[in-house]
């Protein structure tokens, strides 16, 4: 799997794009279509842009020039995997957690675990982080155990 370099993530204007129902629309097609490694890779950016905040509601542009909500079902499916409604395996974990030790973010997801108990997304991909692999050298942080 391959992540954004560090210099170039503020290139990518993340909440633009998990405000945008097209995105969520490719998404959803491309996991029918049995690429699973995209909804992987979605979960892992939006856990790094939002952690434990709300995913943004995707909005459209009205005939009158406004922006208003576009609650798409792809959106939904989502967003339900995301909040945790819907629940993921292990192996699904993995992949997420792959990615955020490749982009040296398990420290600040500590940080944001250590905020909040009810993020189980946040939580599962933290825990196959320590369970699975080596980790790359991380600062030493003080955070509480994570219950399974």
Known sequence: MQYVPLAKRNEVNIAAMFGSTPFYEGLHASVEAGIEAVLCSAKFLAL???????LPVPTRRAANGTRVQDMAEEFEWFRERFA????????????????AKNAYVISSWLGSAASTSDDPLLHA????????????SIPVVRWRLIAP
Do not use: M, Y
């Open 84 to 99: 945790g409604e819907i629940a993921l395996s292990a192996d699904q974990h993995q992949p997420i957690s792959v990615l």
């Open 125 to 136: 991909v933290l825990r196959s982080a320590f369970t699975s692999n080596e980790l790359r």
């Open 48 to 54: 790094d842009a939002f952690h434990t905040k709300a």
